[in-house]
């Protein structure tokens, strides 16, 4: 669908994670109603989120051992007082005062908070009906995290056989019945919380825009219950895993070590995996971004064990297979292309082909004359533009380092006058055709890498931290309002 079904709007990045909270990472509290609040009085339309799935090893919601749940993190222990399921010393006493997100601490603790306020459960109609309409996966999933705690939540890949193997281990699921309730519940108050936020977006005029990474991690309930529909060995080891070539930022390429799909299976089966992965995320947001969508018109496939990227090679998807039948069973999905990367005719074409909107990093934009992330080289408005991104500098760093051509492009093509290098990006995006603009809160408040940087790619730890103390001042809302209402984003 093009352009979203509105026009020239605009957006800011902020992980739900990074928003304020007093329990050591963003939930779905007080605070995400209050950045809601925030969001409406600058006359911003959309609030993109970064994925909202468990985190596991690495700390990345793009590792997730669970494509289609959601991270139990986010769960309001407010929400569980109010409800009786928490007494207020015992929510209290899972505050964290540190101002990053300290996964360790809260591996070592949330789940254990939640099994306090799960025992004080008593079911309920909402609660049944959940579980109903969502056992496709939730049974899996909730088995899987059962196996994963009796296993002191090492892979799946060295259980012991009868785990190991998903039909052997569904054999065995009336061993862990009390255990999978306890994640399913898990999950009920998850989605239940959300779908509040969602509501209360749509009521303050706000949409949401959500991620949808292009793989899902080895360790995942995702490959132990489909491991036909993944490239794997007999013993269920990757044959090959996904990541990037080499390039002038990376010479040894980016090794994600996620394993690849099989496509010939998954295309003789309908796509339906994609079909319902796509069709649980839609009911989450939406718009809905699909990440590295250039892996769908060819995937760089590199052999298991390499130590490096050098080694792989591309291969062939059936992109276009997979999106008409998307299209024809989610005719009325609004979906945006993460198409950036090693880009090559094939990636074109199936952007084409979709009629999705396309990326426009505006930090690429300055290394030749003429680059397509320019706003003057855009050919259409159906595209979204950014100052950068959860993977780039904060642009204030991007600019601070400008130097050389890079830095004389920037002076001719951006108009700084008498405002910082960042405010002048934000006008950049802003003043261009494109259809929507979104700008990571880290540009509107002008912090460094130092103080917002999300993630630095092919760096394995330290990521994912960031967050704010306080929602932003009106003053910062007024200048985002001003702006809005200076090119005309709030149409």
């Excluded at 309001?76 to 109010?82: F, H, I, K, Q, T």
């Excluded at 779908?195 to 749509?202: G, L, T």
């Excluded at 991007?398 to 050389?404: I, P, V, Y």
Aim: proline fraction near 5%; glycine fraction near 8%.
């Amino acid at each position: 669908m093009d352009n979203f079904g509105f026009t020239k709007k605009s957006g800011i990045l902020m992980a739900v994670s990074s928003l304020p909270s007093p329990y050591g990472i963003g939930t779905f509290g007080e605070p995400c109603y209050r950045w809601i609040d925030f969001l409406a009085s600058c006359k911003t339309k959309c609030w993109q989120v970064l994925p909202l799935n468990p985190t596991a090893y690495g700390d990345s919601p793009y590792q997730s051992p669970a494509v289609n749940a959601g991270n139990p993190y986010f769960i309001d222990p407010d929400a569980l007082v109010e409800e009786g399921l928490l007494t207020r010393a015992e929510a209290d006493g899972a505050r964290h005062r540190g101002g990053k997100v300290d996964y360790g601490w809260l591996f070592e603790t949330r789940v254990d908070l939640l099994r306090k306020a799960y025992r004080r459960f008593r079911g309920g109609a909402w609660y049944t009906r959940f579980c109903t309409q969502n056992a496709a996966w939730l049974n899996d999933y909730a088995l899987f995290m059962a196996l994963k705690c009796a296993h002191d939540y090492r892979p799946w890949s060295t259980w012991e056989d009868e785990y190991k193997y998903y039909d052997r281990a569904k054999e065995q699921e009336r061993r862990f019945a009390k255990e999978m309730a306890f994640w399913r519940w898990v999950q009920y108050v998850f989605f239940r919380e959300w779908s509040k936020v969602q509501a209360y977006a749509h009521r303050k005029g706000v949409q949401i825009i959500g991620d949808m990474p292009i793989y899902v991690a080895y360790d995942s309930v995702d490959v132990w219950s489909n491991t036909s529909l993944f490239l794997l060995d007999e013993e269920l080891a990757p044959t090959c895993v996904a990541g990037c070539p080499p390039d002038g930022f990376s010479p040894d390429g980016q090794l994600w070590g996620n394993p690849i799909y099989n496509w010939q299976r998954m295309q003789d089966d309908g796509f339906g995996w994609w079909i319902e992965r796509i069709r649980l995320n839609l009911r989450l947001y939406d718009i809905l971004r699909i990440d590295h969508f250039r892996g769908f018109a060819g995937y760089y496939s590199i052999p298991y064990g390499d130590a490096t990227a050098r080694g792989g090679h591309w291969e062939y998807c059936p992109g276009k297979a997979l999106f008409s039948a998307v299209g024809e069973a989610l005719p009325d999905a609004r979906i945006i292309a993460e198409d950036l990367g090693f880009i090559t005719p094939e990636v074109r074409e199936l952007l084409d082909f979709c009629g999705y909107p396309g990326m426009k990093v505006l930090q690429f934009a300055f290394f030749d004359d003429d680059s397509e992330y320019l706003p003057r080289m855009y050919t259409t408005d159906n595209c979204v533009v950014y100052t950068g991104s959860h993977d780039s500098d904060c642009t204030r760093t991007f600019c601070r380092n400008l130097s050389g051509d890079v830095l004389a492009r920037f002076v001719r093509e951006c108009r700084v006058g008498r405002q910082s290098r960042t405010a002048a990006l934000i006008d950049m995006a802003f003043g261009s055709i494109a259809n929507l603009a979104v700008i990571p809160l880290q540009d509107w408040l002008e912090l460094d890498n130092e103080d917002g940087r999300m993630n630095t790619p092919s760096v394995p730890y330290g990521n994912w931290t960031w967050r704010v103390r306080r929602l932003p001042s009106k003053r910062v809302a007024d200048r985002i309002k001003a702006k809005t209402k200076q090119f005309g984003r709030n149409k």
